[in-house]
């Protein structure tokens, strides 16, 4: 069973900066992909940061050059550093393990509660 953990969210002004991480159990985490995916109010889940096995990583335009996905398979995180935040970062993040079926899907079943992320203007 995987279980997913996001602690690290919170309260920012606008300009700065939070880190994210995201602890896995189970062996399932080190052999496949894993992605950031972040909800804001009345919108629809979207991945914005995704990152293989292997280290590869892709990012949604909407943050590119701003924030970067890094995993540490000995502990089973992986992490989304979030720098130059803007009010339209405001969502509830959530991490989960990604398969490959014609663009990155999420493993439905994987979901954790996710971590409030505000950015203030």
């Known amino acids: 069973q995987v279980q997913l953990v996001e602690p690290g969210g919170g309260l920012v002004q606008a300009g700065g900066s939070l880190r994210l991480s995201c602890a896995a159990s189970?062996?399932?985490?080190?052999?496949?992909?894993m992605g950031w995916f972040r909800q804001a109010p009345g919108k629809q889940r979207d991945l914005v940061a995704a990152?293989?096995?292997?280290?590869?990583?892709n990012y949604a335009d909407s943050v590119k050059g701003r924030f970067t996905i890094a995993r540490d398979n000995a502990k089973n995180t992986v992490y989304l550093q979030m720098n130059s935040l803007k009010p339209e970062d405001t969502a509830v993040y959530y991490c989960?393990?990604?398969?490959?079926?014609?663009?990155?899907?999420?493993?439905?079943?994987?979901w954790g509660q996710g971590t409030q992320v505000t950015v203030s203007s």
């Open positions: 990152i293989t096995s292997g280290g590869t990583t």
């Open positions: 189970g062996s399932i985490f080190s052999r496949n992909a």
């Open positions: 989960n393990v990604l398969m490959w079926s014609a663009t990155w899907r999420p493993r439905t079943e994987y």
